[in-house]
């Protein structure tokens, strides 16, 4: 009899389907920025990690023109072997000043900073707590590493506690993992008391900064800064690609911890390095994020607004027995938790015939369905209305089957 090795997977596609879990991507047409483009229609934008608008920035596209023209649009090899350029040095100077640490290593993404810091970090003999709402990233660098994975519960200090009492002295050495902005719910991590119980459990702690690089603190560096945890001993990670506007990611630290990771890192050692547009795009952006506090200003203005316009016409249609929920957020990720798949993904489409694009947000990604709104400082007031508008209408018309 004839069998098929590969059978299985139209079944679990269709089980997918059915599940209201199947996923499939969108065109857009031209240029990023608060609205775009998609099969002729104009979208408002509330899908986007470009939170400063800086992915259109002509100063970004400038200088990534003029350094393929200098280098080329390959960097040809590993950083070890032929890849490596001046370039690479004074993007990793920039973060390293930026972040106000000593020294910095930029990845091909920010998954592989991941991977590649935490599979550097432990290994077998050791622990990793992670938080249960980490990043697909730093759940992925913990089954590389091959240390034991324990997860706490979300932005619980005292169960983080519970398991360093419990698990410790078994290992040899700790790890702490952590999103600094949980990407999916927009809240932040209690990072100060997580270093206090990381000292006192002689544990490292690795923050991922992917939602709170160019965004948060005085100087943009991150919510390390903004939550006073500057100078305490850290890894920090993040991503060239969301407030930076390009692409890769990297790691920031000690410079005996950027030092070890050159030489121990599989995910930096064992790839190509960075392009060099992606590189000179990702320079030209950390610059305007330290020269331009006033963009964090206007992004973070525009989530004041958004978060009591939400709330009040939230509170309004309760009385209309409305199922939607705001989760708790400090950050420009907003989200609106429903009751199931199928409901937000149809107010999904819903928001989209009214030109607002915002994201369905769904399990196995997030443990509740919701709809998941990003801001950009970009964002015009008027984007803003008709987002509360639409959202509105939304509540309106269907209060219960949300
Ligand atoms: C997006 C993201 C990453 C991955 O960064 P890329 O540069 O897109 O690979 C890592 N961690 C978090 C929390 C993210 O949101």
């Given at each position: 009899m004839a069998s098929d090795p590969y059978g299985w997977l139209d079944k679990s596609l269709a089980a997918l389907h059915r599940a209201h879990r199947y996923r499939s991507v969108q065109t857009i047409d031209g240029m990023a920025g608060p609205t775009v483009q998609r099969r002729g229609q104009t979208l408002v934008n509330f899908?986007?990690?470009d939170y400063l608008g800086l992915a259109s920035d002509p100063r970004l596209a400038e200088a990534a023109i003029a350094a393929i023209r200098t280098y080329g649009t390959g960097s040809t090899g590993s950083r070890l072997l032929s890849g490596h350029r001046e370039l690479h040095r004074e993007l990793e100077r920039a973060i390293a000043a930026l972040k106000g640490t000593e020294d910095a290593l930029v990845f091909s993404s920010g998954y592989l900073a991941n991977l590649g810091a935490i599979a550097a970090l432990v290994g077998t003999p050791d622990l990793i707590l992670g938080d249960e709402y980490n990043h697909s990233s730093l759940k992925a660098g913990g089954k590389v590493s091959g240390a034991t994975t324990l997860d706490y519960r979300h932005g619980d200090v005292a169960d983080l506690k519970t398991l360093l009492a419990e698990?410790?002295?078994?290992?040899r050495r700790c790890l702490i993992t952590t999103d600094s902005v949980f990407s999916m719910d927009g809240d932040l991590c209690p990072l100060a008391e997580i270093l206090d119980l990381a000292a006192t459990y002689d544990a490292m702690v690795l923050v991922d900064e992917a939602h709170g690089t160019g965004l948060f603190g005085q100087r943009g560096s991150g919510v390390v800064e903004h939550l006073g945890c500057a100078g305490r001993p850290l890894v920090t990670v993040g991503t060239l690609s969301k407030a930076l506007g390009s692409l890769g990611g990297y790691v920031a630290g000690s410079s005996a911890l950027i030092d070890f990771l050159r030489n121990r890192a599989p995910g930096w050692v064992y790839t190509t390095a960075l392009s060099p547009g992606n590189g000179a795009a990702a320079l030209a952006a950390v610059q305007i994020v330290q020269q331009e506090p006033q963009r964090r200003d206007r992004l973070w203005c525009r989530v004041s607004y958004l978060t009591q316009q939400l709330d009040q016409i939230l509170a309004e249609s309760a009385a209309a027995s409305c199922q939607l929920r705001r989760l708790p957020s400090a950050s420009p990720i907003l989200c609106l938790e429903g009751h199931s798949a199928a409901a937000i993904l149809s107010a999904s489409q819903q928001l989209q015939s009214a030109g607002l694009w915002v994201a369905a947000v769904r399990p196995p990604t997030v443990p509740t369905s919701r709809l998941r709104i990003t801001l950009m400082a970009t964002h015009k007031p008027s984007h803003l209305e008709q987002l509360v508008a639409g959202l509105q209408t939304l509540l309106e018309a269907e209060p219960l089957a949300l």
């Open positions: 899908a986007s990690n698990h410790r002295d078994r290992h």
